[in-house]
């Protein structure tokens, strides 16, 4: 039934609306096969925003290798972002010259296989399932936007300072990172760190331009050098999971009245709802799985002028 639907595809798009021309790619690609290849390799040049999504995210149901030499290779890829699914395709982008955004959505056993790719400005990695080194990274020195997903130890956490164009970064915190080398990340607005337990967090203190801090522990250790937040005038959300935030929220300092938004996720929180009285102009505090140090669920506590979610 398939390759019959093929003959009623136009062979061309231009007369066809955007929505329509995209659904045209999706119903050739959900066909699959030789022909409707050739049907898609056809449609390059059209250069529509949702055509060209379209065409990308088509590659997934054709041979790597042949959807890339004859359709994304053609594509206008800079400023989008390709999502990698297996290592053929991996392979098979290291060809893409074009390619600025990739999305690794599959287990890399390592990060080497970056290092093939063409420099990217967006990086997204699901997950690396053994011990990574990131200097490989350096290979993608116009690096924005950073997502590394890692539960095994790190090394070459200095790579990261090089990336002096970052502006988001999501990351398990590299065991050989002085914190206090990201200040030549200028650009620097979105910062989500896992493995915080016992760190020294106080380089961050320093970053005024930090908009977006979310940081992630792995049970009840507290934040530790988290402490005096006079320098971060920028910060507007707060993100907290997997810390024990009592002793820390009692000795924090200088909370700056631009953060807003408070997010906790299976933290341990003070029993006394006062303690958040703490923020100045705190507007919404959402609680997901939280309790107090003796294991109590949390209930929604009374803040004045403050939205209060519990999940």
């Known amino acids: ?58 590659w997934n149901y054709f041979d790597a290798d042949a959807y890339a030499d004859r359709v994304l290779c053609r594509l206008p890829l800079a400023g989008n972002l390709v999502a990698i699914n297996h290592p053929g395709q991996m392979r098979a982008a290291a060809r893409l010259r074009e390619l600025t955004g990739a999305y690794v959505r599959y287990p890399l056993r390592g990060p080497k296989a970056l290092a093939d790719l063409p420099p990217l400005r967006v990086l997204w990695v699901d997950e690396v399932s053994e011990a990574a080194d990131r200097s490989v990274l350096s290979g993608h020195p116009d690096l924005m936007d950073l997502t590394l997903s890692v539960t095994k130890a790190l090394r070459g956490g200095a790579a990261l300072a090089d990336l002096i164009r970052l502006r988001w970064l999501t990351t398990r915190l590299p065991e050989d990172l002085d914190l206090s080398t990201l200040r030549d990340c200028r650009d620097l607005a979105d910062i989500s760190l896992s493995g915080v337990a016992e760190k020294d967090l106080s380089p961050l203190t320093t970053f005024a331009g930090l908009r977006y801090v979310d940081l992630s522990g792995s049970g009840r250790e507290t934040l530790r050098g988290f402490d005096d937040l006079r320098e971060m005038h920028g910060l507007r959300f ?70 209060v979610r519990i999940g």
């Not at 341990?268 to 705190?282: G, S, W």
Request: aromatic letters at 6%.
């Open 1 to 58: 039934m398939g390759p019959t639907l093929l003959r009623w595809l136009p062979p061309s798009l231009e007369d066809l609306s955007e929505p329509a021309a995209a659904h045209t790619v999706r119903t050739a690609a959900l066909i699959g096969g030789e022909k409707a290849l050739d049907l898609l390799a056809g449609y390059v040049g059209d250069e529509r925003l949702e055509v060209v999504n379209e065409l990308i995210k088509a």
């Open 238 to 307: 707060l993100r907290l999971e997997g810390v024990d935030i009592d002793p820390w929220l009692r000795r924090v300092r200088n909370l700056p009245s631009t953060l807003t938004d408070v997010y906790l996720a299976n933290c341990v929180v003070p029993p006394d709802p006062e303690v958040f009285l703490r923020f100045p102009n705190l507007k919404l505090l959402a609680v997901d799985a939280c309790r107090t140090s003796d294991g109590t669920p949390v209930a929604a506590p009374y803040i004045p002028g403050t939205d």
